[in-house]
């Protein structure tokens, strides 16, 4: 950090698509630190009273980001540092959001290929997104949609596939200590 440039909060983000590990790593990650977690989309279901299916069948999409974008600028005005941040996989696709997640601290983009996002999400219900009848091709538009959002607001980015949560988990610990002490 150079002086006279505040530090950032000592937060660590988790982005990424749907299926990356997200909430598995914020709860990982949770636990090494002893930093409580905070989940954007529980935040969002919280106030809806109602899960993200019914929000989106009910009210829409737009509305949905309407209130991941409310969530999310009020997180960035009330939150302490030091918490674990897990977000929904679109959330990058709203440049104020972007910009709102890099002044929350360590952006980690949790990379996953199509074909592990398929085997992750196939048997879930849970995700309006890809409640269709040809998965990979959403899959595939979507990351060819997001992909340059992702690395323009992370700080790292980590190839999953190959590797267990604690392997993640461990190198995550090890760059965020790196970025908060420069
Ligand atoms: C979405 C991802 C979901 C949730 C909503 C939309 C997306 O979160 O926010 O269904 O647009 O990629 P997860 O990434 O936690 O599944």
Sequence with gaps: MTAGSPSPPKNIV?????GSGKSSIARELS??????????????VERAG?????????????????MESTVLRELEESLPPHHIIATGGGIIGRSANREILRRMGFVVWLVVSAEEIIKRTENSRERPL?????????????????????????????????????????????????????
Excluded: C, V, W
């Design 50 to 66: 109602k899960p993200i299916r019914d929000i989106f069948a009910q009210e829409g999409e737009d509305a949905f980001r309407e």
């Design 14 to 18: 988790l982005i990424g698509f749907m």
């Design 130 to 182: 890809l409640n269709n009848n040809n998965q990979m091709e959403t899959i595939n538009r979507l990351l060819d949609e997001r992909r340059e959002l992702y690395r323009a607001t992370a700080h790292q980015e980590i190839e999953t596939d190959e590797l267990t949560f604690p392997e993640i988990t461990t190198g995550i610990l090890e760059s965020a200590r790196y970025f908060f002490s420069e």
């Design 31 to 44: 636990g090494a630190l002893g930093y409580p977690m905070i989940d954007t989309d529980a935040l969002i």
